[in-house]
């Protein structure tokens, strides 16, 4: 696991990353922590970013506008905010924050937040095999939603991949009803990790694609996406 640190005080820099060291520890995982002063620094490097740490009052740029770029060209990347500022909450909610730390940090609490966010990057590893499907090893995590046709379905993957199975919408739902998808209308099961907002019609992915919203899910949708939001921050 690859974990970036982006704070431009040196001071709050080492304390974050000696608290990160000692929740990590017990954990019994491998990690890198990769430590950055500005965004220039960083850009190049997070292609292998998993989770990151992220001061949202840099002196050089705007760390909000830098989150959401982040987040459409890497949504895989969990950002966690950190700052010395309660305010800046509602702009954690808008770039999709995992989770929100305010300075200084409390150790019990960081361990705990810490723990859990290291439980849910893990579960989204999980994969499925299927000598029905090809590739016949696909992870959870790739796919971006679901979409029935006719007597198939189709999953919509990162990197605009697209893969035709013999299975129906039902089947998929029962296969990833524990992965943080919901069904948004009745040809389609979405990835809620990769929703970006919701219009009267439609659920838009931090990718800008639009899938459908029918108003007979729209209700239980929009409930799942909320819930979904308050739980990471």
Not at 51 to 58: G, K, N, R, T, V
């Amino acid at each position: 696991m690859n974990i970036f640190v982006l704070e431009d005080n040196k001071c709050d820099q080492q304390i974050l990353i000696k608290n990160l060291n000692n929740c990590l520890g017990l954990l019994n995982i491998e990690y890198y922590i990769h430590s950055y002063m500005d965004e220039r620094t960083v850009i190049k490097d997070l292609e292998k970013c998993d989770l990151l740490f992220l001061d949202i009052e840099l002196n050089s740029f705007n760390g909000i506008d830098f989150g959401k770029k982040i987040k459409k060209e890497y949504p895989e990347c969990r950002i966690i905010i950190v700052s010395s500022y309660q305010k800046y909450l509602v702009d954690g909610y808008k770039i999709h924050a995992d989770r929100y730390f305010l300075k200084p940090l409390l150790e019990s609490e960081f361990q705990i937040e810490i723990s859990n966010l290291i439980e849910e990057y893990y579960s989204h590893l999980k994969f499925i095999k299927d000598d029905k499907l090809k590739p016949n090893k696909l992870f959870v995590k790739d796919i971006l939603y679901v979409e029935a046709m006719d007597k198939h379905t189709l999953l919509h993957m990162r990197n605009d991949k697209i893969i035709t199975t013999p299975y129906s919408l039902k089947e998929w739902i029962s296969r990833l009803k524990n992965c943080n998808f919901e069904q948004s209308h009745k040809a389609y099961f979405i990835n809620l990790k990769y929703v970006s907002n919701i219009s009267k019609r439609d659920v838009i992915l931090f990718t800008e694609e639009l899938v459908p919203l029918s108003r007979g899910y729209k209700k239980m949708f929009e409930e799942r996406y909320i819930s979904n939001l308050y739980k990471t921050i």
